[in-house]
Nanobody, 125 residues
Framework: QVQLVESGGGLVQVGGSLRLSCTASGSIFNINIMGWYRQTPSQQREFVASISSSGNTNYADSVKGRFTISRDNTRTTWSLQMNGLKPEDTAVYYC???????????????????WGKGTQITVSS
């Protein structure tokens, strides 16, 4: 099993920046893909960004050019640098992970296999 804990959420003004971090513990050697999702009360959870153990990244169209996902080489920590924040970025952000051997793609309805509890990001205008 893998346990994930997010940090770095908060309140920011439009156009500002925030950095989210996710710290993993447990069977971290089994983590293949690391990512971020977000959810608002009125919308389904949506994919934001992912990075694989080999460094390949994917982004939702809505955040391309503004958000950057990165990870450390030990796969215990990954981050989401968010720049140019907009009111529509307001959501609860979840870090997530996929183990080796599990199938995943950005539009997979179930998302990833492991989840953090989420951290609130509020972008105020």
């Amino acid at each position: 099993q893998v346990q994930l804990v997010e940090s770095g959420g908060g309140l920011v003004q439009v156009g500002g920046s925030l950095r989210l971090s996710c710290t993993a513990s447990g069977s971290i050697f089994n983590i293949n893909i690391m990512g971020w999702y977000r959810q608002t009360p009125s919308q389904q959870r949506e994919f934001v960004a992912s990075i694989s153990s080999s460094g390949n990244t994917n982004y939702a169209d809505s955040v391309k050019g503004r958000f950057t996902i990165s990870r450390d080489n030990t796969r215990t920590t990954w981050s989401l640098q968010m720049n140019g924040l907009k009111p529509e970025d307001t959501a609860v952000y979840y870090c997530a992970a996929v183990p080796y051997g599990s199938t995943w793609y950005p539009k997979k309805k179930e998302g990833m296999d492991y989840w953090g509890k989420g951290t609130q990001i509020t972008v105020s205008s």
